[in-house]
Structure formats: C-alpha cells, structure tokens
C-alpha cells in the first residue's frame, strides 16, 4: 500500500535556488495539503486543493506556490528558497465524507534545508 | 477551529495504560475531536476521532466528557514503539473547513520499559 509517496526525501539548496517538491497519492482522495514543520513545532498549513485544478492559501502561504493538474498530485514549488524555508514538507491526502472530514493520511515528509 | 490545551510531556511504563489529556473548552457543536501522533521523523498518523460519545478503535479509545469540554485518549497497554508527540485537535466538520487541520503543539508521551 503506497498511500502518500513524496519525492524527493532529502534535498540541500542554495539560496535563490528554486525547486519543486511532488506529492503522490493512490487513493483517489479529493482533498490534498501541504504543511511544513519547524524543529519544536507543530505542522503549518501552507496551501491546500479541494479538487483537480483548485488550490487554497493556508495559513502560511508566502514564499510557495502549488498545482493541482491531475487528481492524484499536487507539486509544491519554490520560486527563491530562502533560508526560512528551511523546514520538513509533509504533503496530506483525504477523502469527502458528507458529515464530517475524514481523517488525512500523510506521506514521510521532505527534508529541505536551504543555505 | 477551537483551541485545545494539552500537556506538553508525559510517562507511562510499558504494558500500562496511557491516558492523555486535552482540553477544548470552547468547542462547538458541530466539532470533532481527532487525535493523531507522530512518531520521530515520520508523518503524523491518524489514531480516533468521536463527536460526543465514546469511540474504541484497534489503536485505542477517546473518552469526551458529557459537556464535551475535555477529552482523554487511552492508549490500552502502551509499548514502546507508542513513543511520540500526540497531538489533540478540535475540527469543524462544515463543508467550508475542506478538512484543514490546525496542529498545536501535542503532548511528548514518552513510555518506559
């Protein structure tokens, strides 16, 4: 059971460097997120899809964008790293229920740091 | 969302139970309480979640008071491998959240042999 792969696991950047950070999932879930956790902290919602071709700010938007051209990815794109975006990326995965949302399945995250 | 206030660290020896706390005073009444943990340097992992009455899972119970204003999540006989941050968080089950989970800081549950 794959679940929520992202790739790449690790990666080192410098500075203005851009980059694209790739989250599969195979449970043909229609909800997709990205979040980012800092040393200490809880995860922070960066931007979120509700649905092929639809993406949403979270609470921590600035710095990244995302796409949503097929159902089962949604890439995480960096435009400039910039060292305070040096962080571990978890990407999310959940299904639509009609009276409560279900519960969201997480990949292993990517380890970012930017120099 | 409502807020939750959790311990920030706790004990348990192995083969005994785990009982972890959380406090959502201000929880509304279409929220649910989820529960998820995230054992070191992987994604969190989804445990429980109820509404108001008690729920038992293979993983563990979530006990929610009748005023709905606090929470225990009782892991049944805690091993080691249950070492990890728990994090407690009170969600709007309305369409318009799409499912955003808002992630405090957990409780560091640490089980000892």
């Known amino acids: 059971n794959a679940g929520v792969t992202q790739t790449p696991k690790f990666r080192v950047l410098k500075t203005g460097q851009s980059m694209t950070l790739l989250c599969a999932q195979d449970?043909?879930?229609?909800?997709m997120y990205w979040y980012r956790q800092d040393p200490g902290m809880g995860l922070r919602l960066i931007h979120y899809s509700v649905g092929e071709g639809t993406t949403a700010k979270g609470e921590v938007p600035d710095g990244y964008n995302v796409s949503r051209l097929k159902k089962q990815n949604f890439l995480l794109g960096l435009e400039s790293a910039a060292p305070s975006q040096t962080s571990v990326y978890f990407c999310a995965s959940s299904s639509v229920a009609r009276f409560y949302n279900q519960p969201q399945h997480f990949g292993d995250g990517t380890r970012l740091s930017i120099l | 969302d409502a807020k939750t206030t959790q311990p920030t660290s706790m004990d348990c020896a192995e083969g005994r139970a785990a009982n972890l706390p959380c406090n959502h005073s201000?929880?509304?009444?279409?929220?649910?309480v989820y529960w998820y943990r995230q054992i070191h340097s992987q994604g969190p992992q989804y445990i429980i979640h109820g509404l108001k009455n008690n729920e038992t899972n293979e993983m563990a119970s979530l006990i929610i008071t009748e005023d709905r204003k606090s929470s225990t999540l009782i892991l049944p006989h805690a091993t080691l491998r249950d070492t990890a941050v728990y994090y407690c968080?009170?969600?709007?089950?309305?369409?318009?959240?799409?499912?955003?989970?808002?992630f405090g800081q957990g409780t560091i549950l640490t089980v000892h042999p």
């Open positions: 201000t929880i509304s009444g279409n929220e649910y």
């Open positions: 968080i009170v969600h709007d089950a309305g369409g318009t959240s799409y499912g955003k989970l808002t």
């Open positions: 449970m043909n879930h229609e909800y």
